[in-house]
């Protein structure tokens, strides 16, 4: 499934829950996945309101005794850490909440892991991330995209004071993405709603080619006058894209870096991470920066539910300061993977088809561990699958 962000009227954590209930999200399912989350003292109110001439879903995390007002980045960290979440949700609200510290940081200068969350760090803010999270995980979505961002104008009153529109935790974390101003004075898209929708998607755009399942509606706290103040969003499965005969047509975001003051030993674990947290390729390419500097540019392909935890992991990693980020179109061979069993070992291999045409090309690290193990030529190993190959084919 795909779910798509329409943030006319921007983003925020409660605002996400709504939607997701509203378009199908069970809220018992989502109370049930939440008791994965090492938390007590609140509770899921579920409500229909109205927010202009739209008829919308409101969730409320409602605390029931006094709770911890503040937790720090360290403490949220291992309170994510050894809950029970599914392990895809563990990962992305761990992304969320550093993308949060970090900005948090930056803002304030302060070292990430000193970082007091104050309002995002309470009870209601993690439960509108990881039940965010958890609602998507419960609704097969797979992948994501989101409108530009509306994040609102005039000034709010925070912990630390009079603060414009949008807070500076926004400002940073939207670096590199599309935001605009519209409607009324006030805060339409909160810290906890842009890391969200950063680390879920790359894809700011229109809308993609979609065919909608069901569309939902999430309220924000506040009801201004003569201003629909919901989140849109868009259940849907990606229209078929036509593609020549014997092939196929998929979208895949397309992750760009250039860097030039990073020590070269460092780039092998950057590719071994990227590759462990779902990058389909990456690859590495010398250039001539400015002030004739030799350089590399970083590309990085992944699919779209991996995107937003690529970008992350490129900027921990790495001393950019910025990723370039877009959809591309993929057309790719059908391919399939069976098993040839030799005497020396297993060894996998990739079964392309072009028309009529059969290709066959081994797992080279298969082949090479066979090699390491027994002393054989890597070459002649490669050939003795090939060749059983065909003997499989003639029998």
Known sequence: MHLHFDCFSGISGDMTLGALVDVGLSPRALRQGLKALPVSGYRLKVSKVRRGAIHATKVD?????????????????????????????????????????????????????????????????????????????????????????N????????THGVLPVPAPAVAEMAKGYPIYSQGPAMELTTPTG????????????????????????????????????VLRVFLATPAPRPGAEGVQTDQVIQLETNIDDMN?????????????????????TPTIMKRNRPGIILSVLAQPEHAGMLTQLLFRETTTLGVRS??????????????????????????????????????????????????????????????????????
Not at 82 to 93: D, E, I, N
Not at 194 to 219: C, E, H, K, W
Not at 362 to 380: H, L, N, S, V
């Open 61 to 149: 995390v409602v605390i029931s005794k006094v709770a911890e007002k503040r937790r720090s980045w360290m403490q949220i960290r291992r309170l994510l850490s050894t809950s029970r979440l599914p392990p895809q949700v563990k990962k992305q609200a761990l992304t969320v909440f550093e993308l949060l510290a970090t900005a948090e940081g930056k803002v304030h200068g302060q070292d990430p892991a000193n970082v007091s969350f104050h309002e995002v760090g309470a009870i209601d803010a993690l439960v509108d991330i990881v039940g965010g999270l958890l609602g998507c995980h419960e609704l097969g979505v797979k992948t994501f995209s989101a409108t530009p961002v």
């Open 151 to 158: 994040v609102g104008s005039g000034t709010i009153n925070g």
């Open 194 to 229: 842009m890391a969200l929708l950063t680390t879920l998607t790359q894809n700011f755009d229109r809308l993609p080619p979609l065919i909608p399942g069901s569309v939902g509606y999430g309220a924000g706290t506040a009801d201004p006058p003569d201003w629909p103040n």
């Open 264 to 284: 070269p030993q460092l780039y092998d674990t950057v590719m071994e991470r990227l590759f462990e947290n779902g990058a389909l390729d990456v690859c590495m």
């Open 326 to 395: 877009q959809r591309i179109s993929r057309t790719t061979l059908p391919r399939s993977m069976q098993t040839i069993r030799l005497p020396q070992g297993r060894v996998r291999v990739k079964t392309i088809r072009v028309g009529k045409t059969v290709k066959h090309r081994p797992e080279f690290q298969d082949c090479r561990a066979i090699a390491k193990k027994t002393g054989m030529p890597i070459q002649e190993i490669i050939e003795r699958v090939m060749q059983a190959i065909r003997d499989r084919n003639r029998a």
